[in-house]
């Protein structure tokens, strides 16, 4: 059973930065990509990242490109994915959202295994 875990989440001051940590047990490697989301209070959840773990492919929602980096450490049956989110703002604010899909995509219709999410807010 795959099992999704996230962490890193906090309070920061506008223009700082956080890494979000997501482990991933029991996944069973066949092609599997891990995505970043998010869902702010009153909005539609949000593709953020996405990382292909068996390549080199990367995939970042426009407004975060140049600010946040999705990195991954595999193991054995557990997969580490990280974000790291720089010259954060305000409008980042919002839960944070790790999953795992069979394809690479932004489109959390497209993820079958959720966590369940880290709070990041940004204060300003």
């Known amino acids: 059973q795959v099992q999704v875990v996230e962490s890193g989440g906090g309070l920061v001051q506008a223009g700082g930065s956080l890494r979000l940590s997501c482990t991933a047990s029991?996944?069973?490697?066949?092609?599997?990509?891990m995505g970043w989301f998010r869902q702010a209070p009153g909005k539609e959840r949000e593709g953020v990242s996405c990382i292909w773990l068996y390549g080199d492919s990367t995939y970042y929602a426009d407004f975060v490109k140049t600010r946040f980096t999705i990195s991954r450490d595999m193991a054995k049956n557990t997969v580490t994915v990280y974000l790291q989110m720089n010259s954060l703002e305000p409008e980042d604010t919002a839960m944070y959202y790790c999953?795992?899909?069979?394809?690479?995509?932004?489109?959390?219709?497209?993820?079958?295994?959720w966590g369940q999410g880290t709070q990041v807010t940004v204060s300003s």
């Open positions: 029991g996944l069973t490697f066949d092609d599997y990509a």
């Open positions: 999953a795992a899909s069979a394809i690479i995509s932004l489109a959390s219709s497209d993820f079958t295994t």
